[in-house]
């Protein structure tokens, strides 16, 4: 008995590998001749050796209950999600050129803000901005560049046009998950990778790790990189002390740094103090440095922007990174682009209201049950409202929320996210919504991952993909055709 | 290589070494129980209180028996020196130390957690815990062959075998004290010697030396020369003296350690120098108590000397 591989059907969404009901795409009809043959238990076989191989990487992320912190096994579907190659160079291009446009937005708030002078973004988006941060201004960060790691949502409609439905320039996550997934796969369905060709994405690690280093104030020696986490309770640490592994650099805690009086920062070894070069900091802005910051904190390290200040260590993000995160920038993004680098992007937007333009106000007031509406400055899919899925009290609340803090708080349509082939129980294969989260490094140069990290909301009908609620992923196929076939 | 990482892979060393000799010490319970004459009684208690846990075990059982004790090494997770205990900070130090030790390592640390949490029943019951146990004693072993085979002799090594040989030292006392104990409750009859061969020669075996003792001493079991041998051979891997002169090979190797080096070289001139092998009674023990002080001690000065030091 095999899977009804031809009896699937995406109805009216985007497919993300069939085109239609039991026709597979171009781009994964290989890999669908490939499953075809598999029988059900061959299949759920593989499926239980996927699920045994998470357990055994320890591959996890925390989440946060009642009942205290659960590490919970890592949710994987077997089936990859496949794009062509040729498009998504075009996407890997539109991609580095957002990101570059961020980096002189954000160069530029920090300096003489003449966007904000030539009327393209109002001011008080900027002051009222939670990510704004003063005590960068005036600071000049190696190549002008501030968001060094970019992990950039991009969601696929039902017309299969590629949107970026956010960026996330503070401490993105993910893309370690990205790298195991992979990793999983080639233990999973090892004989595909033999007659398929797909990129690989293992150079990642490398490719940070270099870009990191380069960033030392220290051009004399071989730089000390380190990976600063919040701890072990962050939901976050696995991939903290996965990438640390994979660069050959010390994972550390706050704890384990300290600034002395020449500004200079140092880590704790067993030999005495050690010089840090670059911080590749996964702690958000305010827990950074109790002498500027949130004064509470005890994740971060005392003087570390004095010492960043001093350009005697680097800091990836720089501080301050964050400000284009906020999803009212977003909206302006298409804007930034033509104004920086006077180009038309290559990747558009999702369709954004402002709430705080009265006229976009009332539309979005009148038609919350139609709308996703979200908080300029959350992460993490918390605080949003998905209209058709909503209760009238919840649209109730959101308008009042709207309301007292229009500055606050975007509308989008509610996009038909595209949806691939995910197995459910033992033989059932049933459409799912997914989104893709690819990483961008900016430094002197820029690179984008290969796909990146595809995000599947596991419940039947749900757009979220977010992994503290129900969310699951898949490996990423991006497939050659014009490569030398194996 | 910062103080915090040295000493969780300290820790990591010494639990998975723990849960090794830990195991072992049951198996060899498991197999002295078969051998010895019905008139000796021999108590699985008495494992509760080589690892001096009795108040640990007193505050979860009222029964000393076979059952208690075997579920309150193996299963029991408010012991701190059970093996599901050892295995979980095992992990938690793997898991905080992942940039420096080996990658396998994390995934081999996982596979054995898994298969103690999903087999614990099998350890419990007679039938099939040798099986068990034996699967353990295997998944340490592979733990232990993949660092020996593979690990960069710098830093982290030193510390992963600084943890090791202390703990190794710590736990050849307590199966040597096993072993006193036992032989002291033996009655003088006509079964005493052959008790005290079946007592010595498990002690042989749990600190894996039975082969080595008859092949390097070509004696026979007698509790003078065996506690000679498991004290003072330079070259058997469990060897109180072999211990400390891998201690001492650490140490030379890493920065600032005079101070846990002279430490050390006193250690060993105690361990040496203070046994009186012509009285295997409560005078020995009496010795290896005084043994087991010094080796916390010298945990203590490895902490000084290298860990983070509460601010």
């Known amino acids: 008995m095999t899977i009804a591989w031809n009896q699937y059907d995406p109805a009216k969404f985007f497919d993300e590998l069939y085109a239609s009901k039991g026709t597979p795409r171009d781009s994964s009809k290989p890999l669908i001749d490939y499953l075809q043959q598999l029988s059900v238990d061959e299949v759920a076989s593989r499926k239980a050796a996927a699920d045994l191989t998470i357990r055994e990487m320890g591959v996890s992320f925390t989440v946060y209950t009642e009942e205290g912190n659960i590490d919970r096994a890592w949710p994987f579907d077997i089936i990859p999600r496949t794009i062509d190659k040729k498009q998504w160079d075009v996407i890997s291009q539109g991609l580095e050129q957002r990101l570059q446009a961020l980096n002189l937005f954000i160069d530029d708030l920090y300096h003489d803000q003449k966007i904000i002078k030539d009327g393209i973004i109002p001011e008080f988006v900027l002051k009222q901005s939670k990510n704004y941060r003063k005590e960068c201004e005036g600071f000049s960060p190696a190549f002008g560049v501030w968001a060094h790691i970019c992990g950039t949502d991009l969601v696929r409609d039902t017309d299969g046009e590629f949107y970026v439905l956010e960026d996330n320039l503070r401490v993105p996550s993910g893309v370690s998950y990205m790298l195991e997934n992979r990793s999983i796969m080639k233990r999973v369905l090892p004989e595909v990778f033999e007659t398929i060709d797909i990129v690989p994405v293992n150079d990642y690690p490398e490719q940070l790790q270099k870009m990191l280093s380069s960033l030392s104030p220290r051009k004399d020696v071989r730089p000390t990189v380190v990976v600063l986490t919040p701890g072990i309770f962050n939901s976050a640490y696995f991939e903290h002390a996965f990438l640390a592994q994979q660069m050959g650099a010390e994972l550390v805690e706050g704890s384990d740094l300290v600034v002395q009086d020449d500004d200079c920062v140092y880590m704790k070894t067993i030999a005495g103090l050690e010089r840090v070069d670059v911080v590749y900091r996964r702690i958000d802005d305010l827990f950074l440095d109790p002498e500027v910051f949130n004064a509470d904190s005890v994740l971060g390290v005392p003087g570390l922007m004095r010492a960043w200040r001093a350009g005697n260590v680097a800091l990836a993000n720089a501080p301050g990174a964050g400000v284009a995160d906020d999803k009212v920038v977003y909206a302006y993004v298409p804007e930034v682009i033509k104004y920086y680098l006077d180009q038309e992007p290559i990747i558009p937007n999702v369709e954004t209201y402002l709430c705080y333009e009265p006229k976009q106000c009332d539309y979005v007031l009148a038609n919350l049950d139609k709308l996703v509406v979200k908080p300029a400055n959350e992460s993490g899919g918390y605080g949003m409202l998905v209209g058709p899925h909503s209760t009238k009290k919840e649209r109730e609340a959101f308008a009042q929320l709207i309301k007292k803090d229009p500055r606050n708080y975007i509308a989008q349509p509610t996009l038909g996210l595209s949806t691939a082939p995910t197995l459910v129980g033992k033989e059932d294969l049933e459409p799912r919504h997914l989104d893709l989260r690819p990483f961008i490094l900016q430094g002197q140069n820029s690179y984008v991952t290969k796909g990146g990290l595809t995000r599947v909301a596991m419940n039947k009908g749900s757009l979220v993909v977010n992994s503290s609620q129900g969310g699951g992923s898949k490996d990423t196929w991006i497939v050659d055709f014009e490569g030398a076939t194996k | ?311």
């Not at chain 2, 299963?75 to 898991?95: A, C, F, K, M, Y």
């Not at chain 2, 815990?129 to 710098?154: A, V, W």
């Open chain 2, 1 to 311: 290589m910062l103080s915090r990482v040295a000493e969780r892979i300290y820790w990591s060393s010494r639990y998975i070494e723990r849960v090794e000799c830990t195991v072992r010490m049951l198996s060899i319970y498991d197999n002295l129980l078969f051998d010895l004459p019905r008139n000796v009684v021999l108590s699985w208690y008495n494992l509760i209180k080589i690892n001096s846990l009795e108040k640990d075990f007193a505050e979860r059982y009222t029964v000393q028996d076979e059952r208690n004790v075997v579920k309150f090494m193996l299963g029991d997770d408010t012991n701190p020196s059970s093996v599901i205990s050892s295995l979980h900070w095992l992990r938690e130090n793997i898991r905080t130390t992942r940039d420096m030790m080996l990658e396998e390592t994390w995934e081999l640390t996982n596979e054995l957690s898994i298969y103690v949490q999903e087999n614990l029943k099998k350890g419990i019951n007679r039938s099939q815990r040798h099986e068990f146990l034996n699967e353990i004693i295997k998944g340490c072993l592979q733990i232990q062959g993949l660092l020996y085979s593979n690990m960069p002799t710098d830093a982290p090594w030193l510390f992963l075998k600084l943890g090791r040989y202390l703990e190794r030292a710590d736990m050849t006392t307590r199966n040597l004290d096993a072993g006193v104990a036992a032989i002291m409750e033996t009655k003088e009859d006509e079964f005493a010697v052959n008790s005290r061969q079946i007592i010595l020669g498990n002690v042989l075996r749990s600190l894996n030396a039975d082969q080595a003792y008859r092949r390097l001493t070509k004696a026979a079991v007698h509790s003078r020369d065996v506690m000679d041998f498991l004290v003072e051979s330079p070259v058997l891997p469990r060897a109180l003296n072999h211990c400390l002169a891998n201690m001492i090979d650490s140490a030379e190797q890493l920065p600032c350690s005079e101070p846990l080096l002279q430490e050390l070289y006193a250690t060993r001139e105690q361990v040496l120098n203070n046994a009186n092998y012509d009285r295997i009674d409560n005078q020995f023990r009496d010795y290896l108590n005084d043994v087991q002080l010094a080796l916390n001690h010298l945990h203590l000065t490895i902490s000084a000397t290298w860990f983070p030091q509460p601010e």
